[in-house]
């Protein structure tokens, strides 16, 4: 049985040493040392022999146990460690090369626009306000004294959901949420997307955006409104810009006036695109119209009040010479990495 043991720790030392994975290293493991394995079979056999022999061939088998569990684990890590050694090789990276320098998000000119524009008014102090997209008929026209004669409350002008829901075609309905959910003073811009039926051109989309201003208090009048637009006007375009105001209609607005500004192109001095006049409009204004105040629960005897909007798509094309409102979404990277 001696002899029997120290072929097997020989064979082991041999079959050990040659063996190339991790797999052939289990195979010997479980020809030595499993159940059925060479050295469990002579350990069964031990019954045979005398008193006096079993406790020396005993610790001889047991040695024999160890030493091979001892190869089993050298073997074993030796062939990790190649192995490792050999994915590091094939997978290593020459960090001699440059870098690649992650390519970095800006924000769109929409944004930053309109960044400018909360900035501006927020100093004037204005908060901001906002509403859902998808609002009742009542807000979008009712309550702001649009009869229902009026074009913009006709199918072929606004994206009707029901007879009583709509995509709104401005954001004045935040207007009257604030009204009738609290009292003044009330100053408050309400930015969004609004939604009308155009057809997409250099300067129409379906889907765009305003930028709407209210002021309610005791005592606002109309100076109160052109000094704060043209404030607005100078703080974006520059100190050198020139505002007019001209007369117009709006139905929740009396009196109602249009706001324009220097022409970006000509600076003034006339061009096609502001048909020689040197202006371009750029937003509607007037003071709150008495029946607007009184259809929010506001007494129009006890207070007055200005409005505003604008399209921020609008605004930013003139803030960047931008001539095609098209470029604005179509999300070409070449014409956004200039902002």
């Known amino acids: 049985m001696k002899e029997l043991l120290e072929q097997i720790r020989i064979d082991a030392e041999t079959l050990f040493e040659s063996a190339d994975t991790i797999a052939q290293i289990e195979e010997l493991r479980v020809r030595f040392l499993g159940k059925k394995g060479e050295l469990t079979s002579i350990l069964k056999g031990m019954g045979i022999l005398s008193e006096s022999e079993r406790p020396v061939m005993g610790k001889l088998a047991n040695d024999t146990r160890e030493h091979i569990e001892q190869l089993v684990s050298d073997r074993t890590h030796d062939i990790a460690h190649k192995m490792l050694a ?11 090369l440059p870098g690649r320098k992650p390519s970095m998000g800006k924000r769109h000119p929409l944004n930053i626009v309109l960044s400018d524009i909360k900035e501006i008014f927020l100093g004037m102090g ?7 997209e998808v609002e009742f008929t009542e807000n979008n026209f009712d309550l702001l004294n649009i009869p229902t004669t009026h074009p913009s409350r006709s199918k072929q002008d606004t994206f009707y959901i029901t007879d009583d829901i709509a995509l709104r075609p401005q954001t004045s309905p935040v207007q009257v949420r604030v009204m009738k959910d609290r009292m003044p ?3 408050i811009l309400a930015p969004g997307r609004v939604y009308r039926r ?5 300067t129409h989309s379906p889907v765009f955006h305003q930028v709407e201003g209210l002021a309610v208090d005791k005592g606002i009048t109309m100076s109160d409104l052109k000094g704060t637009l043209e404030t607005f006007a100078k703080k974006l375009y520059g100190d050198d810009i020139a505002v007019r105001f001209r007369p117009h209609h709006f139905p929740f607005t009396e009196p109602s006036a249009e706001m324009d500004a220097t022409c970006f192109v000509c600076s003034g001095k006339g061009c096609s695109l502001c048909k020689g006049e040197g202006f371009i409009e750029i937003l509607g204004c007037g003071m709150v119209h008495p029946k607007v105040l009184a259809n929010c629960g506001i007494d129009p005897d006890e207070y007055s009040g200005f409005a505003f909007g604008m399209g921020l798509d609008r605004i930013t094309m003139m803030r960047y010479n931008i001539d095609d409102l098209r470029l604005l979404f179509e999300n070409d990277i070449r014409f956004l990495r200039q902002f």
């Not at 204005?126 to 859902?132: D, H, L, S, T, Y």
């Not at 155009?198 to 250099?202: G, L």
């Open 86 to 96: 050999t994915k590091l090789e094939n997978e290593k990276t020459d960090i001699t």
């Open 126 to 132: 204005f908060e901001v306000a906002e509403g859902p």
């Open 185 to 187: 003073p009330i100053r």
């Open 198 to 202: 155009d057809t997409v051109d250099a």
